[in-house]
């Protein structure tokens, strides 16, 4: 059993997919950042100067000042402005894969087209134009040659 599993994991794909997912991870951490640290204090800045990661709903009685305050207290909270911010992770991560897939599949080889098989072929005998799996004509009823 350790033998197959050892075959399992060296596998190409195996491999791939775990390369995939670990760079995948940091690329992630990366569009994060970007998104929280360049994108949405400007975002921010524009719509009023107002810091998403800050914007919150308490859901009890009791008004707290900030989120970080809130969350001290334990105070049940709606945190929809990291919610907006993860949002906009995706959209960027989502975008970017986008953009790599459709490099990737612009650069496959695309399989040569098969050259098409003809529907009719002309009898024989009287040129009239019969289905190619035909091997008598319809019209004058002479026996066709397969190819």
Known sequence: ?????KEFAMRGNVLDM?????????FGKIVSSMVSDILMPP????VGKV??????????G?????????????????????FLQTI????????????LVRQVNRFKARPEAQPAVPATKDCLYC??????????????TAEQKQA
Do not use: W
Not at 65 to 81: C, E, F, R, V
Not at 88 to 99: C, E, G, K, S, Y
């Open 127 to 140: 040129l009239s134009a019969i289905p190619a799996k035909a091997t008598r004509c319809a019209h004058c």
């Open 51 to 60: 810091d998403f990661s800050s914007l919150f709903i308490n859901l009890s």
């Open 88 to 99: 906009l992770d995706f959209m960027i991560v989502a975008f970017a894969i986008f953009l």
């Open 62 to 82: 009791q008004p707290q000042p900030s989120l970080a305050a809130a969350k001290a207290a334990g105070t049940p909270t709606i945190n929809y402005g990291v």
């Open 1 to 5: 059993m350790l033998k197959e599993f």
């Open 43 to 46: 975002l921010g800045l524009l």
């Open 18 to 26: 775990a390369i995939g997912v670990i760079i995948g991870g940091a």
